[in-house]
């Protein structure tokens, strides 16, 4: 009976406040009103049946939802430490955005991370320290294009990372690319298309192609050469990215609701307006390795020699292996390839692929790295990784890892404002960022915003540059894996060229031993499903 003494409570209380008011003074009716709509709302507790909670506690049970829709508030503000955070930790946050700022990033009386923890890494300084670049001397380009490339591209260390308009709001993509072209950085596209937004401020673009061919599509959502070749030639497109995968959801396709396809998403999607719009999960233009790199060659001709890649998360180890057996044996390469990590995402996906579905950043851009190496064609392929990158020690680590630049989003997101709400998908961001309704991106002043995301960069890229000097590296090409360390025990640590050792140039190619052997062996450049009785055979079937 307890369970409903509350709803019990206001409506004799609402009974009460109402015969004040009729027999009494009018006054009475402020209170009797709202007791009244309480008691109306126990009734519907009672009665209705979707809800258990409500049924068996009216009224009382609504503070369950209350708590609910300030739960991450309350974590974030109130409950967290400035270590602890996910997916970004308060320290890493108020970097970003001393950073944006133009403040510095500093901090006093030494960390607060246990850094005896298993899995801490940590980059080896020097005992004879190099000079670091003056603030004001032109930071480190890395040239992108293969020999099959007309028109090289020099990529900065530190982009703009994958977002689509639609997934941002315009004035946040103005923003961004406002910030790219004042900074000299790139800024991708996304899969959602060329918008005027991202070319009306003159901004270096990489232009992102997805399952959709957003901007280069036919009616029945086929790639459309003419198209693309058409886009391809804006003098804004400085590179063509195919987005094979993303580490957020790799693997499945998306799907934007018709009420948010607007006439300027509609337009820059090149669908119709108000009509559901959905990604397939796999491409149309190839079903094999080999297809997919004579696609790639053949989108290169189409851009007219401009540098052309593909992103993906890593998955399979035999099939990528079986992509680069593709490339040696037609001889086509990407000039560039975008690893992203399993830790990735600015959108929305299901929680199961964020959670289970992927490689991370780190073991993925490593075998990649070292699976071109072993077919001798790293000299041909840059090496782009995306995935949680921030700070400058981040780049830095990246670059370790094998990866000649970096991307980053949702610490660009952070430098136009984003408070890691965590409301991207549901249209309602208090910062304007990832939403479509005007009243609340009216509030993102692209004025003010652009040059926070050119300031966040080029702290970011000067800082990296600082470690390296600390670390008596001046060139990123210098950096060795011996010069990051991961403690794997509480008692030691080990370097990751020792973690990871690294192929010789070639060595696939003359024949290796071990899992690279199996592996190697297993792929097919003709065929991308795998053969699991063959792998078994080998011994390979654990790890693919």
Known sequence: MSRFLPAVLVAVLGIAATALALLASAGWWWAAVPLLALTALAAYDLLQTRHVVLR??????????????????????????????RPFD??????????????????????????????????????????????DAPPPRVRVGGPDCAHPYEMALLNVSAMSFGALSKPAILALNTGAREGGFAHDTGEGGLSEYHLGPGGDLVWEIGTGYFGCRTKDGDFDPERFAEQAAREQ??????????????????????????????????????????????????????????????MRELAAGKPVGFKFCVGSRVQFLAVCKAMVETGITPDFIIV?????GTGAAPL???????????????????????????????????????????????????????NAARSMMFALGCIQAERCHTNTCPSGVATQDPKRFRSLVVSDKAPRVTRYQQATVQSALRIMAAMGVTDPKDLRRSQL????SVESSQNLGELYVPLEDGALLRGADGDWGRWWGAADPDVFDLDWTELRAAGGGAAV
């Open 56 to 85: 068996t506690y009216p009224i009382v049970g609504h503070g369950r939802w209350i708590a609910e829709a300030l739960r991450p508030e309350l974590q974030q503000y109130f409950v967290e430490s400035d270590t602890d955070g």
């Open 352 to 406: 199961e692929f964020e959670d289970h579905v992927g490689l991370p950043l780190t073991e993925g851009l490593m075998f990649v790295g070292d699976a071109l190496v072993g077919c001798g064609l790293r000299d041909r392929i840059s090496l782009g990784a995306s995935g949680k990158v921030a700070t400058g020690a981040d780049i830095v680590k990246r670059l370790i890892q094998g990866a000649d630049f970096l």
């Open 90 to 135: 308060r320290d890493t946050r108020s970097i970003v955005y001393e950073r944006a700022k133009g403040d510095e990033a500093e901090s006093p009386f030494g960390t607060e991370l246990d850094l005896d923890v298993v899995g801490r890494e940590y980059l080896v300084h020097s005992m004879a320290p190099a000079t670091p670049p003056p603030a």
């Open 237 to 298: 497109v400085k590179m063509v990215s195919l987005k094979v995968s993303q580490g957020a959801k790799p693997g499945i396709g998306g799907v934007l609701p018709g009420g948010k396809v607007t006439a300027e998403i509609a337009a820059a999607r090149e669908v119709p307006q108000g009509q559901t719009v959905t990604s397939p999960p796999g491409h149309r233009v190839y079903s094999t390795p080999r297809e997919l790199v004579t696609f790639l060659g053949r």
């Open 485 to 488: 360390r991961r403690r794997v």
């Open 340 to 344: 992203d990590g399993a830790e990735g």
